[in-house]
Structure formats: C-alpha cells, structure tokens
C-alpha cells in the first residue's frame, strides 16, 4: 500500500475521539500503515498522553477541538476519505453521575459528524455500543434483536437510548440521503490506554489489586460479560471500513469467552499475586445502589454472536482474557498510566 502511495497523498482517516482509549489506539495503527490521520478530540475523557507519541509524525494532526465546533469538524471532515466517529460519553459511572452531558454529547455530536460528512459524501463508521440490546436476556444477541430498555427515570438506560438514536440517525442519513455509514456495536472492550476512572471494571481491578487494595464487585458478582482486546475491536473497525459491503450494516463485535464478574476478580487477585507475592487483596461485595445509584439495573449476561461480521470481512477475536488482563496488568506497572480512581 504505502509503495503505490509514495507519488500519491495517502488515504485520509478523520477519527473523533482520537485521543480516546480506542481511538488512540486506531490513530496509531492507521499511522503505522501509512495513512494519514486527523484527530478532533476535546480530550474530555480523552488524553494527550494517549497520542503524545504520534503528534510529532508527518502524517497525524491533532485538533483540540470539540464535535461541536462545526468550523474545525467541517474543515477535517473536507480533507477526509473515510471517517470513524467514536467521539461519545462512555462509562455506566459517567452516564449515571452526568446524564445531561451523556445524552446532548452523544446526540447532537452524531448529528454534527452526519452533517459534516454528507457535505462531503465521506463513508462514516460509527463505534455503537452492545448497551442497545438493554436489558434483554437473549444469548447470544444477534444484530436484528429486539431491544429491551428499563425506563426513563433510570438514567442508566440513557446511554443505550441515545445510541441507538445514533443508530437511527446513521441509517436514515444512509436510506434518504446516500452517505455511505457503517455501524459496529462493540460490546465490552479493554485493554491499555483505559482508565477506570469512568466505571471500566478491569482497569479498575487491576488498578485495586496493584494498590494491594480489596477488588470491589458490585452485586453478587454473577453477572457475566465478554471482554475485547483493543487491537481486536481496531482490525474489525478498520475491516468494515475497508468493506463496500458493509454500508448501511450493523455488525456486532466482541469476545464470545464469557466470564462472571466475581471469576474475574479472582483472577486478576491471582495474576496480580504471582507479580507481586505480597499482594494481599481480597474481594469486597458492593451493592449496586451504592455503587452507582438507588434502583440501578445491571444487565447479566451480555454476549455477541459474531456471525455477521465474520461473514462480511471475515473477523473474529485473537486474543483471550489472560492475554487482555496480562496487557493491562503490564500498563498499569508502567507507573506512568496510573491514574487516580474517583
Ligand atoms: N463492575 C464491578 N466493579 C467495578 C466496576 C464494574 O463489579 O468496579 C461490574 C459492573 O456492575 C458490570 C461489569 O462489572 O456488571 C462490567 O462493568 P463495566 O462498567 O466495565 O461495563 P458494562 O458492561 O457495565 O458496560
């Protein structure tokens, strides 16, 4: 690729919430193949630090700058092939503590993304979120499944109803107006770069087990979910943006290896104990009331058939928990991704 570009300007990439967990992590693997990348990041939730190792390459360039501000969005947006709007309110604890920044960041920035791109006609990739399929207790969940959501005086389900407007808004701009969009619906992604601060429960896990601190599980710990290492979920959101097929197609993407949240305490306590022998955390057992707020609903099982997205551009997951709790446990020793819990 990069040989057929050397006369050429190479393809452009713009990603909102480039210096996100995910985001960073795309910026760099777009760089490493030789795209150019632009990145609008308010940094928000976002960090410098995350992207501090590419500001200086050639082909990256950083807006600090929110979705909201048409004039930087529409100028990146004009100078972009493809676009990956990932630039959102994430985190249960963030959405329960901060439902008005949730649900106006969520709607109103796809919004602006859309317009922005049908001025420019740029095919626009749109990370989703599993939380649309709610409270529904299918296993697994596939793409066309009814969506079960708890009502709006829990402000946990605003999450999961402001995406699926996303969802919405993205394939009325693809089946009225012809913008090529494509939808991945990630379902729990981890790895380095995450911080706990927002309510991830593995970095906050491991985070607790490297203070020598007790591992706090909320409920009984017997709800399940299915994690995904970061560089799964970037080669499956860059697959689909490679693939024609794809416009107009939501795609679930996710881990199938399954595990209850008190299991996956243990573990992270065990992994963390053969680095450090002293380590002496045990497990604590948090209400959800206390945890987040009074009437929280937790969904129990959560755990994606990846049929469609294998059929399509021929995904799936490489890499397993061990190798996922091993990546974070390594980041989080290097003191310099510490960062302090709420
Ligand atoms: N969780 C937990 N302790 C924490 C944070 C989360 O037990 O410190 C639980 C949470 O209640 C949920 C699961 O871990 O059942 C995954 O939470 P996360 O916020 O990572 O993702 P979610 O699946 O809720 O979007």
């Known amino acids: ?7 050429s300007k190479p393809k452009t990439y713009l990603i909102t919430g480039g210096a996100g967990f995910i985001g960073s992590h795309i910026s760099e693997t777009l760089i490493q193949q030789g795209y150019r990348v632009l990145v609008i990041d308010n940094l928000s939730t976002g960090s410098l630090a995350n992207i501090s190792h590419l500001l200086d390459h050639p082909n990256f360039h950083f807006a600090y700058a929110s979705i909201a501000d048409d004039v930087v969005l529409d100028r990146l947006m004009s100078e972009a092939d493809v676009a990956i709007h990932l630039a959102a309110a994430v985190g249960v604890k963030l959405i ?3 439902p008005v920044h949730t649900i106006e960041t969520n709607v109103m920035g796809m919004e602006s993304v859309l317009q922005a791109a049908i001025r420019y006609r740029v095919k626009t990739v749109i990370a989703s979120t599993s939380e649309v399929y709610g409270k529904g207790n299918k296993v697994p969940f596939t793409e066309d499944d009814d969506v079960v959501l708890g009502p709006t005086c829990r402000s946990r389900w ?5 995406k699926m407007v996303d969802e919405f808004l993205a394939l009325a701009y693809y089946h009225e107006k012809g913008l090529p969009v494509v939808i991945a619906r990630l379902f729990n992604t981890v790895g380095p770069r995450q911080t706990g601060q927002y309510g991830m429960v593995i970095p906050r896990f491991v985070q607790q087990a490297l203070k020598g601190e007790n591992l706090s599980v909320y409920g009984d710990g017997k709800q399940s979910r299915c994690f995904l290492h970061v560089s799964d979920a970037v080669k ?8 024609n ?16 949240i008190v299991e996956l305490a243990r573990k992270v306590i065990t992994l963390t104990r053969q680095k450090n022998k002293e380590s002496q955390s045990d497990i604590d057992f948090v209400p959800y009331g206390q945890a987040y707020a009074p009437g929280f609903e937790d969904m129990q099982r959560r755990v994606p058939d990846n049929t469609k997205i294998q059929q399509y551009v021929n995904w799936q997951p490489t890499k397993i928990l061990e190798e996922i709790l091993h990546d974070v446990l390594v980041s989080f020793t290097d003191s310099e991704h510490l960062v302090p819990q709420k």
Request: aromatic share 8%.
């Open 96 to 98: 329960v503590e901060q």
């Open 158 to 162: 605003s999450y999961a109803a402001t």
């Open 1 to 7: 690729m990069v040989s057929s570009q050397l006369f």
């Open 245 to 260: 097929e794809a416009i107009g197609e939501v795609f679930n993407v996710g881990s199938t290896e399954e595990i209850s």
């Open 236 to 243: 499956a959101l860059l697959k689909l943006a490679e693939c």
